[in-house]
């Protein structure tokens, strides 16, 4: 290679900085009694009452969940749900009212183009004290995967923003096994593909509370619009010129669509669909709740309660279950203690921990710590020492053996000399 060739090469030596050479000044504090000590304290101070603050804040939510998972066992007459199926939080109230109860009597779900059989479960249930608004009904699934690696990929991007995508362009894609179906020889794309919205929650919640044998009470309306993030709401496109005859419904969604997508019966509209956009947006626990309606204006007054619920979701069959939610809100948002409990367990452990090392540090203080004292600098020391004394012991035996022969020499010098 010639010289001018050498030149044009590039060193991938890193320049010669601080920064690339990693000379950059740093600062490592001294961890000593006074400096951690105190800080156990501080901690514990600040972290114990911010933790009842977050616990009172909990506190204050108005809430009920029910879980109506075997409502349709229940049969047509009101029974009571198992204590251990609901729970309630009414601050305020000398108590939580009466049990809930519920019934499951059959009914024909329905859209505009097909109708299917269901269960119609109707749960009753009391609201001691006035509920604030805003007021939020959500539905809550347990044992629910939703943060799988592969459920979470299972969609496809470009049909979710309104791109034709035809059954070639999605086999092999992040739909797999849901992004297309064989009938004869021929293969159609499913529209929306993947694992997620083949999954979708498809229980119909009435959005009304009915009050039950009141005259007094009217009922309570919410809505399932603006139940999505807006973000959600701007990423969602319908079709553009979609082919009925070349897509096919989920698998899961057959009931609804029985004949697949028809001129009566057509897909949903993604792009004003919020419970689909809601559903979409997957949760990363197992047990989680998504909202399906609210009212922001007015407050759900005292008494009894009634609402419809349409049970064409199966949980059984993995092993789930799913509950109805109703909840306010406080400034630190739904009722969950388990933040403040963490405070305040912690706020604890340091203030403990702070005391403890305290007395610790007073009964018996030790010594500031030196590198001569570490093991490998002792064991140096040592190899140190027992070589200082060899050189001592052979440096003296050395020192008798030229003493002896001083006279000869000095003999020999004075002999010589004279």
Not at 117 to 125: E, G, N, R, V
Not at 142 to 165: C, V
Request: hydrophobic share 35%.
């Amino acid at each position: 290679m010639s010289p001018d060739a050498k030149e044009q090469v590039k060193s991938r030596k890193p320049a010669n900085t601080a920064f690339k050479q990693q000379r950059l000044k740093a600062w490592r504090p001294i961890l000593t009694p006074k400096s951690v000590l105190p800080a156990f304290i501080i901690i514990g101070i600040l972290f114990a009452p911010l933790g009842g603050l977050l616990l009172w804040a909990s506190d204050t939510v108005a809430e009920i969940v029910i879980d109506y998972t075997n409502c349709e066992k229940a049969g047509q007459n009101y029974i009571q749900v198992p204590p251990e199926l609901y729970s309630s939080n009414f601050p305020g109230s000398a108590g939580d009212g009466n049990p809930p109860e519920f019934k499951a009597i059959p009914a024909v779900g329905s859209t505009s183009g097909a109708t299917w059989p269901t269960m119609k479960c109707t749960i009753k249930f009391d609201v001691p004290v006035t509920m604030k608004h805003p007021v939020f009904m959500y539905y809550r699934l347990t044992n629910f995967y939703q943060n799988h690696r592969r459920f979470i990929k299972s969609s496809d991007l470009k049909q979710l923003a309104g791109e034709p995508r035809t059954a070639m362009d999605l086999r092999g894609g992040g739909c797999e096994p849901m992004a297309t179906v064989s009938e004869g020889e021929l293969r159609y794309a499913i529209y929306p593909c993947g694992l997620i919205a083949n999954s979708m929650f498809n229980d119909t919640l009435d959005i009304t509370l009915t009050p039950f044998n009141s005259t007094d009470l009217k009922p309570y309306n919410l809505t399932d619009k603006g139940i999505a993030w807006t973000v959600d709401q701007t990423k969602y496109l319908p079709q553009r010129h979609p082919d009925l005859t070349q897509i096919r419904p989920p698998p899961n969604w057959e009931k609804k669509y029985p004949n697949g997508y028809t001129t009566a019966n057509p897909p949903i509209d993604i792009s004003k669909d919020e419970h689909f956009q809601v559903w979409m947006r997957a949760s990363g626990l197992p047990n989680f709740r998504k909202m399906y309606a609210k009212n922001e204006k007015e407050d759900i007054p005292s008494g009894t309660y009634t609402i419809d619920i349409d049970m064409n979701y199966d949980v059984i069959k993995y092993g789930g279950t799913k509950s109805l939610v109703l909840s306010t809100v406080s400034f630190m948002g739904g009722r969950n203690p388990f933040l403040g409990i963490a405070y305040v367990v912690v706020g604890v452990l340091c203030v403990f921990l702070g005391l403890l090392f305290t007395a610790r540090h007073l009964y018996k203080p030790r010594r500031m710590g030196d590198h001569t004292y570490d093991s490998w600098n002792q064991n140096q020391n040592a190899g140190q020492e027992h070589l200082r004394e060899d050189t001592d012991a052979s440096g003296g035996a050395g020192s008798a053996s030229e003493a002896e022969d001083m006279p000869t020499a000095t003999a020999s010098g004075a002999s010589a000399r004279y």
